[in-house]
């Protein structure tokens, strides 16, 4: 398997655009996480989804943040309108079985906002 | 409810020195942990992981890390460093109890000197 595939690897938009980032989390694998990392707070936890159905989203900073996840496949982290304060790199990863197994990472989406 | 210390956002040390990164977890129940590694630009790794059998986990790249129930620890260690070990460690903790959510801790970055 290739891993947890993030694209873009890099975005770069203006204030009041839409985004969207895409993950693509390794087959089988039954739970998705979506992480925020920024040097001042870390990795945070947005949202993850078991057997695609989201559990847990109160790490969503507010409602111009939303993921879904419409397929075992797929996901996207989508942000309107994007603020400067967005600016951060994107995590997608996914595990099997959750607490046991250990989370594999996708590269990230590095995303800058001007 | 979990959550991870680690102690020490920069650590420091010479080229063939012994590496050690701390981590004390707390948690209402038996605990998973987990020791990542985050090179430059790139996503979390896995480095080794106690899912409650020995005590003394082994991991790549010569890392170790030992479960001590008494003292909630679970500290990182590595008998010399390399300058290749450079990079960002994550002590993550998820536990028996059902919550298959991760909690990170925030990071210790792994500086080698020559």
């Known amino acids: 398997d290739a891993g947890v595939i993030q694209s873009p690897r890099h975005e770069v938009t203006e204030m009041g655009q839409e985004v969207t980032l895409r993950c693509k989390p390794i087959s089988g694998h039954d739970y998705l996480f979506w992480y925020r990392q920024t040097m001042m707070r870390g990795l945070e936890l947005l949202i993850y989804f078991n057997n695609n159905v989201p559990i847990d989203d109160s790490g969503m900073p507010e409602d111009r943040f939303s993921a879904k996840m419409p397929n075992a496949s797929f996901s996207t982290l989508k942000i309107q309108p994007s603020e400067p304060r967005d600016s951060a790199v994107y995590f997608c990863?996914?595990?099997?079985?959750?607490?046991?197994?250990?989370?594999?990472f996708g590269q990230g989406t590095r995303l800058t906002v001007v | 409810a979990q959550s991870v210390t680690q102690l020490g956002s920069h650590v420091s040390v010479s080229e063939g020195a012994l590496v050690l990164l701390r981590c004390n977890y707390s948690?209402?129940?038996?605990?998973?942990l987990f020791w990542y590694v985050q090179y430059p630009n790139q996503g979390l790794q896995l480095l080794l992981k106690y899912t409650s059998a020995a005590t003394l986990v082994k991991g790549i790249n010569g890392f170790e890390a030992e479960f001590k129930k008494s003292e909630t620890s679970f500290h990182l260690t590595k008998p010399s460093a390399h300058m290749s070990d450079a990079a960002e460690y994550f002590c993550a903790v998820s536990d028996q109890g059902g919550s298959y959510i991760p909690t990170f801790g925030r990071g210790t970055s792994l500086i080698v000197h020559p």
């Open positions: 948690s209402s129940v038996p605990p998973y």
């Open positions: 990863a996914s595990s099997y079985q959750g607490a046991r197994t250990e989370a594999f």
